[in-house]
């Protein structure tokens, strides 16, 4: 029975924080594996086949509307499935699919809390985003305020979200390209890093979404050939597939019921609090909504999203399950200790072998690798952007930039940001990196998204508001995070957490909106009056898109 | 936008009319997911045994259904506000640009 219960250091799974599994999942020490020659050939297929379009994407992107939003060209359905990509990271595939094979029921309390939040964002976000802005969430925060300070705070906030973001999937990637290909840390890293650049200066937000789109569809028909070989091999019926994990797995029945994920009501209320609201304050996700047409087409991406991220989700219980008899019982996939080789995190890995062979293992290789490089891409676009778009242009130039100048700054901090990826990646490569997600979905829920949403939705919002507010919600998520179990124990070693919770953000985001309000209405300024008469206007362009950025003609 | 054509959005009943209905849409369907979920969390965090007990005397249990409902029901929910905005929400939407034109 030892064999289900990978010593900690080499998953991380149980450790980390719940989020640690949406990106980076694999942590500690990692074995180099056996070169996998038929991963790399068809990862370079990949490479050289995205290395295409980015070619194609180069030609057409010429405006700044072309390389920080597609033209606006992107349809709801290409959206859908790109935003769907940018959310179905190699992590989640892996740590899903190993959470589900390790606790069974818990995994699936899991991705349900990643997937409930994009309702929210269609219902309440979506729409007037596309209708306020044009480039950056920054562009809509700072509608009606004043620009500087609510540009430096969105540019801070995502510039912060997107680096802890980019090290936890930087390093991800070089311990998962380790084990899947069998080559060094260090040069993984580094073409991964590479690549993204080459992507994304290049070829911008075309060719961003197209490498997402690509990587989003082989990896959902790569997970549905896994699931239907599951589904077949137990006669096609849940019970039967059930009845076969109960049979083998040490915890017998009890994976078909919740565990200890959710034993504190307060952590798991902040915790479903930062995966709902945090989504909606993620910058590159909130920027894919401006590569769409209109609102109509907004609201569609976010429809087909939903599905696809549901779908892809259900897969990952199915793998999961299928895993548990299909891997955890065949001696081929165990060491001589009886766990499973490269911890728990490879279940899904040795499943593609269990089900299709040697070939069709090296293809789920490739795709975990497409994967990483699609996310980063997304990731390192929305931070150029937040740089380029919202500090040079709108800060440092007072919104009179130079289109073409605009262009340079972003795909010189384009580079810079891969090579500080790159040495990031290495520097933090023994580091327990498991709180960085974390801490960037709660940065998110209460820094980015309360500002956002009060620009949107409250008249008195004042400029010291949102930037005072805002600023509060980010320093407490930080600080919180930092005294709590997470980092104060885990990465700091100390005896106990001098704050009790794993997730702040029923907390930070409480004071965010708290103080976000006290400023704005303690704010009698002349220029803050000024702000209250602009909402009108604000109101009916969200509502009607009148005036709104259109797509560019070409 | 100008002050003239403000002033034309702003006192036309249609664009009340789409205020109001595209508000209390997107109010009502956030409070169904936001009483779904975090039902859901609240009935682990104090009755985790409910989620436990077997379905029909096999090893499948209420759980399964249930998650499954709930990662159903955000699409579902989805379809429903696309539906009604990309069509009678965007016909209303429409007629309070083009009459906000003349």
Redesign the interface.
């Known amino acids: 029975m030892k064999r289900w219960h990978t010593p900690l250091a080499a998953t991380g799974l149980a450790l980390a924080p719940a989020f640690a599994l949406a990106a980076g999942a694999i942590e500690g020490e990692v074995k180099q594996a056996a070169t996998n020659w038929h991963a790399i050939i068809m990862f370079f297929l990949f490479v050289a086949f995205t290395l295409g379009i980015t070619y194609w994407a180069a030609r057409r992107t010429k405006s700044a509307s072309d390389f920080y939003a597609a033209g606006g060209g992107i349809s709801g359905f290409q959206n859908g499935l790109a935003i769907a990509g940018d959310y179905m990271s190699a992590a989640s595939f892996l740590g899903i699919s190993a959470m589900v094979f390790d606790k069974g029921y818990d995994g699936l309390i899991y991705s349900i809390g990643f997937l409930v939040g994009w309702p929210v964002i269609l219902f309440l976000v979506a729409e007037r985003l596309r209708n306020l802005g044009k480039y950056t969430f920054a562009d809509v925060a700072s509608y009606r305020l004043k620009q500087t300070p609510v540009r430096i705070f969105a540019a801070t906030g995502t510039l912060v979200v997107v680096a802890l973001y980019l090290i936890a999937q930087m390093v991800g990637a070089g311990k998962l390209i380790q084990l899947l290909f069998g080559m060094n840390y260090t040069s993984a890293v580094v073409i991964v890093g590479v690549l993204m650049v080459l992507y994304v200066m290049f070829g911008g937000m075309l060719a961003t979404t197209w490498v997402q789109i690509i990587k989003a569809v082989i990896l959902l028909s790569g997970a549905s050939f896994m699931a239907i070989m599951v589904m077949q091999s137990a006669g096609f019926s849940f019970e039967g597939m059930f009845a076969k994990a109960v049979e083998v797995h040490p915890k017998a029945s009890e994976i078909m019921a919740p565990g200890g994920l959710v034993s504190n009501p307060i952590d798991a209320i902040s915790l479903g609090l930062a995966l709902m609201f945090g989504t909606a304050g993620l910058p590159h996700i909130l920027m894919r909504f401006f590569t769409v047409a209109d609102a109509r087409e907004a609201r569609k991406s976010v429809f087909y999203a939903t599905g696809f991220i549901g779908y892809f989700y259900i897969l990952t219980f199915i793998i999961g399950f299928g895993a548990i008899y299909l891997v955890g019982t065949n001696p081929s996939f165990l060491d001589p200790d009886g766990k499973i080789i490269g911890g728990n995190n490879m279940v899904a890995v040795h499943l593609a072998n269990a089900v299709g062979g040697d070939l069709f293992l090296g293809f789920i290789s490739a795709v975990a690798f497409a994967t990483i490089l699609a996310v980063v891409a997304g990731l390192t676009l929305s931070g150029a952007s937040a740089v380029s778009h919202d500090l040079y242009a709108s800060v440092i130039k007072k919104g009179k930039a130079n289109e073409a100048d605009e262009i340079r700054v972003s795909k010189l901090t384009t580079l810079a940001l891969g090579v500080i990826a790159i040495l990031l990646g290495i520097i933090f490569e023994k580091q327990n990196i498991a709180f960085m997600v974390g801490l960037a979905f709660s940065i998110a829920a209460s820094a980015n998204f309360p500002v956002l949403f009060l620009s949107m939705f409250w008249k008195g919002l004042t400029t010291r508001g949102a930037v005072l507010g805002g600023f509060i919600g980010l320093a407490s998520a930080v600080v919180l995070i930092v005294i709590g179990p997470t980092v104060w124990v885990d990465v700091l070693h100390n005896e106990a957490a001098l704050f009790p919770y794993k997730n702040p953000a029923i907390f930070s985001m409480t004071l965010a909106f708290v103080f976000t309000w006290l400023f704005s209405v303690l704010d009698s300024s002349r220029q803050a009056s000024d702000e209250k008469a602009k909402f009108e206007a604000q109101f009916v362009r969200s509502m009607t898109g009148i005036g709104a950025s259109g797509a560019s003609k070409h | 936008?100008n002050e003239e054509?403000?002033k034309r959005?702003?006192s036309n009943p249609k664009?009340l009319e789409?205020?109001h209905k595209?508000t209390s849409?997107?109010?009502t369907?956030?409070l169904v997911?936001?009483a779904?979920?975090?039902g859901?969390?609240?009935l682990?965090?104090?009755s985790?045994?409910t989620?436990?007990t077997?379905l029909g005397g096999?090893?499948?249990?209420v759980?399964?259904p249930v998650?499954?409902l709930?990662?159903?029901s955000?699409?579902v929910?989805?379809?429903v506000?696309?539906r009604r905005?990309?069509t009678e929400f965007?016909r209303l939407?429409q007629q309070?640009?083009e009459e906000?034109k003349q």
């Open positions: 936008m054509v403000l959005v702003q664009f789409l205020v595209k849409l997107g109010w369907l956030t997911m936001l779904i979920y975090y859901f969390i609240l682990l965090a104090f985790p045994a989620l436990g077997p096999g090893v499948m249990t759980g399964i998650g499954v709930i990662i159903v955000a699409f929910l989805t379809g506000y696309v905005a990309n965007d939407n309070i640009v906000a």
